[in-house]
């Protein structure tokens, strides 16, 4: 009788894989741009597509671009198990962050089909046609499509940072805008995805996996402080109402607190702009950036507030107004503690090393557990390393995390 001893990925054609996607869309200077609908993307689409096909899989592309590989289950039931990641990339991103997910399943579903047969549950997997907000803000759009969380009018409001339409970007590679709704499907029972760490806990600790237990909350702020312009000659300290001053004094402040309030809390000032921008006027009026997370929604909330009167007092200490403004929201969300339990016992079973962990990151399968039981596979990033060229990740752990996934798959689907 077969076993799980019996399933595992080829170290030679993942290699393969991994690289020659990891070609598509990379920058001379080192890194990929592979932003939704660009010419990179349309390769990179091309190509997973042609590997789908290779493992023998039914393959289909939906209305909003997610291109999809199907073993078809022997039961009555159009029911489905999906598995996948994302094709999109990060500017200058690594070769791992999402390909992985996808050359990973593709893997795992091709060893499935060729040592097992057909499976019970039918088993899907899919290139997610975009994940990283890189080239518009309607983030997890590939995600948000299959749930039926798109819309035709939300996506006729669209744009690039160029002022591309979406509505364009479709029009150009042969997607037709309107029918963004026909992406929704009913039909997925479960959905399981293999992504690299993104942070430095796995490789650090010299753990082979990582059964993740959910992903952080978040919140994206924009706080203005409002002081005073004069001159930098003729102003004497004590007179000023400097909003460059306060507004760093702020900045070191939720650094600290961050800090203070412990791991896994991570909050991050990315960007500062100051008005007028002159180097001999005071600074009237700052703008930044307040990235906060946090895996309890409930700690991430309270200590929004406490950075909210800390700003506060701060403004009101050094003569300023501040103004703080909600940019963006995402619960925190739970991975599927039976499918947790199902990721353990199998990486038990197969002799590999895991820990259980939370992620930071913001992956498609925080949209997914909101829906349904969903599960993440977590493999080592070296020194911790992501969205950025020197994103690496062994061979030897990525063949680790493919195999875990299949046979995570042929013990939910046989
Ligand atoms: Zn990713």
């Known amino acids: 009788m077969a076993t799980i001893d019996d399933i595992s990925v080829s170290p030679d054609e993942l290699r393969d894989r ?20 660009d010419d990179a993307w349309c390769a990179a689409a091309d190509l997973v597509e042609r590997w789908m096909r290779q493992a023998g899989l039914q393959t289909r592309r939906d209305a909003v671009g997610n291109v999809f590989g199907r073993l078809p289950g022997t039961t009555e039931t159009e029911r489905t198990i999906l598995t996948g990641s994302h094709i999109d990339t990060v500017r200058g991103g690594g070769k791992y962050d999402g390909a992985l997910g996808i050359v990973g399943g593709i893997a795992a579903l091709a060893v499935l089909k060729e040592r097992m047969g057909r499976p019970r549950r039918s088993l899907e997997v899919v290139a997610i046609c975009e994940e990283e907000g890189s080239r518009i803000a309607g983030n997890l759009f590939g995600s948000r499509g299959m749930l039926g969380l798109t819309s035709a009018a939300e996506t006729a409001r669209l744009t690039d940072p160029d002022g591309v339409s979406v509505v364009d970007m479709m029009t150009r590679i042969g997607l037709d805008p309107a029918a963004v709704p026909d992406a929704a499907r009913r039909d997925v029972d479960h959905f399981v995805e293999l992504h690299i760490e ?28 409002c ?31 961050a800090r203070g309030t412990g791991e896994p809390t991570v909050a991050t000032v990315g960007q500062m702009q100051a008005w007028p921008g002159s180097v001999n006027t005071v600074a009237e009026r700052v703008t930044f950036s ?24 701060l403004a009101e200490h050094h003569g300023l107004a501040v103004e703080i403004v909600d940019r963006w929201e995402e ?33 498609d399968s925080q949209l997914w557990a909101r829906h349904v039981p969903t599960s993440m596979i977590f493999v080592p990033s070296v020194g911790g390393r992501s969205h950025c060229a020197v994103e690496y990740t062994p061979l030897e752990d990525c063949v680790r995390g493919a195999t875990l996934l299949a046979r995570v798959l042929y013990r939910m689907a046989y």
Do not use: K, N
Not at 237 to 249: E, I, N
């Open 18 to 37: 991994i690289e020659r996607l990891g070609a598509v869309g990379e920058r001379p200077a080192g890194g990929l741009v592979r932003f939704l609908y």
């Open 198 to 225: 993104q942070g430095p806990v796995l490789d650090g600790t010299g753990t082979q996996i990582g059964v993740v237990t959910g992903i952080a909350g978040m919140r994206h702020q924009l706080v203005t402080v």
């Open 227 to 257: 002081g005073q312009p004069d001159h930098a000659g003729a102003t004497p300290m004590d007179r000023r109402r400097d909003a460059l001053q306060g507004a760093a004094r702020m900045a070191v402040m939720i650094d600290e607190l």
């Open 290 to 313: 307040l990235d906060l997370r946090h895996p309890s929604d409930p700690v991430r909330l309270e200590l929004l507030s406490e950075i909210e009167g800390r700003c506060r007092a």
């Open 331 to 363: 619960q925190a969300a739970q991975m599927d503690a039976g499918l947790q339990q199902v990721l353990a016992d199998t990486a038990d079973d197969s002799g590999f090393s895991w820990s259980a962990l939370s992620s930071g990151a913001a992956h």
